[in-house]
Structure formats: structure tokens, C-alpha cells
């Protein structure tokens, strides 16, 4: 689980933190639009596994949090990186601006690749260089400096800038912004995508008689496969999770070989059963479990995976259950 502590600098209210009013006469917040970038991250994140986002500032603007309740919010969660999104001034009303990256003052190589990282895949999607000596900087600044894990502040563009405002307020902006973000965090964390829909655990089997041949295709417990007081003779078993191996054991015979899946069936025609096994080859997330009836009698117990054999030594099947759990 990759753990990303995600701050939208400042809030809503906190002084001065806006946009210039000569160039914006709404003097859109900070916070407002630190907040719309990261939203939309936490969007396009949302489509991945293996990953929770914690937001470090008051999502709903109100309250500025302390910079120390961040910090310690974020080193006792135990995140894996923060990320806190700003906009920048400074210009006063000038020319110029773009995009800054900064790491604190000392800091590791996986910090400065979380940096660099960022700073390129931001500029390549937005293009919002500006005039910068350093965009790759270093600074002592709290969220920087008083966190235990890679920590990055990204001021994005300049408020007071009559290049960068214009551009940093759209909505096409912030949306290259936290496109450019989530590129970087589902590459470095190898985030994979969740599956369009959920795969709902199958697994379907028939057996032989030789009275019968091959009996209909049954589904986990809806059904069994056989025909009371009818020895069985073949199986075939198939699930839409992976590659399930089986095998069976003739009555005053022997166990025979392994089979996967459809690609052959377990048994001789002509020699009755009495055993049976399955497991499912390198599956985490669920176990098979099979049981057997024999002529006369009923179900003996379920028995899981590779664990044990269902049936008893001498005593001709004639029915078979299958079924998928979760582990
Ligand atoms: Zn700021």
C-alpha cells in the first residue's frame, strides 16, 4: 500500500495568499486553487490499487491546519511521500514565472528523483517553464524539513505574474497539473489499475459414465456432477481464475497424473473412481474445495486444496461438488 500525504498548502481565508488583483480581479485564493489540483489527483488515483491518500490541509478550506499538525499527522500515518501543492508569488505584477520544485536543504537521492520527476513530467505536460535560474530548488521550509519520509513542495506557477495567472487559473491547467502528478506517483509507486469489474469466481466440471458418457457441465455448488448409483469414470474440471490441476484415483488402482484445465480429463474410461483431489496453481486469493459421494451413501466432508482426498479407498463415486472460497 503506498501511502501519499497529500497538501494543499495553506487555506482558504489565510492572509495574502492570492491571486494579484490587478491581474485577477476575483483574487482567486491559494488554497482554492492548490485544492482544485489536488482533488483531481486524487481522482485519477482513485482508478488505481494499492494506494491511500490522506489530505493534510482542511479539505474544505476553512481552517488553515498548522504546519506541525501536517507534518506529525503525516509522520505518524506512516506516508510513503509528501506531496504539498502551491502557487507561487513574488513578481509583483512582472513578467515571467513557472513551475518550482523543492526539496529541503538536505535531503536523498529518492527525494531528489520524487523532485526532478515531477518538475519534468509537470513541465512537459504544461509547459509552464517560466524564467526560473533554479526550478529544481531547495528551501527550510516546515513540510520540508520536520518530515520523516521524501517530502517535495511544488509551487505551481505565480499569482502575480501576468504570464503565469492567467494560465494557472483554468481548469485545463489544473488538469495537466495533477495529470502530470499522478503520472509520476503511478509510475515510482508501480501503481497497477483496478480491473474494469470484478471477476466473480467460477468454476465448472462433468464427469463420465459409462452408462451416461459425458454428463452436462455443472457450476460450483448449484449443482452436483453424476447420476446417483452411476460409478463415475472421467472428470473435467475449469475455472475462470487461473489454471486448476486435478486428479483421480481408480478403484483398485492407482492414482493417475495430474491434468490442468480441459486440456485432457482425469480418469480411464471402462475403470471406476473412488478419490479424487484438486488445487488451483498459484492462486493467493482462493482455494478449491471438492467433496464425493459414494453408491449408496452420502457426501463425505469437503476437502480443500491439496490438503487431502475426497472419498474413501474402495468405495465407487458417483457424485462430485466442487466449489471456489475465498482464502
Ligand atoms: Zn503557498
Known amino acids: 500500500m503506498f501511502k501519499l500525504a497529500l497538501c494543499a498548502g ?12 490587478a491581474i485577477d480581479k476575483n483574487e482567486t485564493r491559494e488554497w482554492w486553487l492548490n485544492a482544485r489540483i489536488c482533488e483531481k489527483l486524487e481522482k485519477l488515483l482513485s482508478l488505481y490499487q494499492e494506494i491511500e491518500i490522506k489530505r493534510m490541509d482542511d479539505t474544505s478550506g476553512k481552517t488553515d491546519v498548522k504546519l506541525s499538525t501536517r507534518t506529525n499527522t503525516a509522520n505518524k500515518w506512516g ?5 504539498s501543492v502551491h502557487h507561487n508569488a513574488g513578481i509583483a505584477g512582472g513578467e515571467g514565472g513557472g513551475i518550482v520544485a523543492f526539496t529541503y536543504t538536505k535531503t536523498d537521492s529518492v527525494t531528489k528523483a520524487w523532485q526532478k520527476e515531477f518538475y519534468d513530467e509537470l513541465i512537459l505536460e504544461t509547459k509552464l517553464k517560466g524564467n526560473r535560474a533554479t526550478p529544481l530548488a531547495t528551501k527550510n521550509l516546515a513540510v520540508l524539513r520536520d518530515t520523516a ?3 517535495v513542495l511544488l509551487e505551481l506557477g505565480f499569482m502575480d505574474s501576468t504570464k503565469d495567472t492567467p494560465i494557472i487559473l483554468t481548469e485545463e491547467y489544473a488538469d495537466k497539473c495533477a495529470k502530470a502528478l499522478a503520472n509520476v506517483i503511478i509510475k515510482r509507486a508501480a501503481l497497477k489499475e483496478k480491473t474494469a469489474e470484478i ?13 451416461d458418457k459425458w ?18 469414470q472421467g472428470l473435467l474440471v475449469e475455472t475462470n481464475i487461473g489454471d486448476i490441476e486435478y486428479c483421480v484415483h481408480l478403484k483398485n488402482g492407482k492414482w493417475l497424473p495430474w491434468v490442468k484445465n480441459r486440456e485432457d480429463y482425469a480418469g480411464i474410461y471402462g475403470r471406476d473412481i473412488d478419490c479424487i483431489r484438486a488445487r488451483l496453481k498459484d492462486n493467493s486469493k482462493y482455494s478449491v474445495e471438492c467433496r464425493v459421494a459414494t453408491i449408496g451413501r452420502n457426501y463425505y466432508p469437503w476437502v480443500r486444496d491439496n490438503e487431502d482426498y475426497a472419498g474413501v479407498y474402495g468405495n465407487r463415486i458417483d457424485r462430485v461438488q466442487i466449489r471456489l472460497i475465498e482464502k
Do not use: F, S, W
Not at 495553506?10 to 488583483?21: D, E, F, I, P, S
Not at 506516508?79 to 506531496?83: E, K, M, P, V
Not at 471477476?199 to 452408462?211: C, D, E, L, M, R
Open 10 to 21: 495553506h487555506g482558504m481565508n489565510t492572509a495574502g495568499k492570492r491571486c494579484l488583483k
Open 79 to 83: 506516508a510513503d511521500l509528501y506531496l
Open 149 to 151: 519520509m521524501p517530502a
Open 199 to 211: 471477476k466473480t469466481p467460477v468454476v465448472k466440471y462433468q464427469v463420465y459414465t459409462a452408462h
Open 215 to 232: 454428463l452436462p457441465e455443472v457450476e460450483g455448488e448449484t449443482d452436483y456432477a453424476g447420476i446417483p448409483g452411476r460409478a463415475i
